[in-house]
């Protein structure tokens, strides 16, 4: 899929890009979520997480932890690789067993393991562009993915724009 590209010009629209993503991710999916410290990593997956019927104190940033997973009307495995040093001690946390299986899998940090992360995972940049403004650039290597880009092109149509630049 070619990727999209969204602005979030306030929190309330992260939060709806969160919302329309929970409810397009396909079961068993791995995201891999990117972007500068405090550009909104863990605040869309708080988004994504409430919209599965987890509560929003469950969903802390994984920093320390680096494996939390909630289990809500779905489950979700959140990761943080922004400590990891390599890919075996990614892989020593157990993360494979969460791919492909019947959890939403969001992996901050996620190029830092890149190699780790299955082929058809979806790919989201997070730019902050200026105080509570956030550019979210989504795509995927894996054309069955595209009714997630369908899905949000419809919701969340007042939040395209053609992209631009960001930190
Ligand atoms: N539009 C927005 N979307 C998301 N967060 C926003 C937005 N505007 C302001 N913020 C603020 O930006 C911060 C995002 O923090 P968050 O912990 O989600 O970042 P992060 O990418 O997970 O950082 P880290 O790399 O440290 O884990 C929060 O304090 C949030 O209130
Ligand atoms: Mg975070």
Redesign the pocket.
Known sequence: MSPLFLV????????LIGRCLAKYLPDGVTVS?N????????????AIAVACGIPVHLVL?P?FVLCRVYEGDRTIAHL?A?RIQDDDEFLELGVEEHFGHRSITLV??GDRVANCLPASQIDIR?A?LE????QFQISSRDAALEELTNGLETDCSHLITTGHGGS
Do not use: F, H, M, V
């Not at 979030?8 to 939060?15: G, K, L, N, Q």
């Not at 105080?131 to 956030?134: C, G, I, L, M």
């Open positions: 979030a010009r306030s929190i309330e629209d992260t939060d979520l972007g500068p410290l405090g550009a909104g990593k863990t605040r869309l997956t708080q940033s920093t943080d922004y901050e940090w997070i902050i105080n509570d403004t956030r």
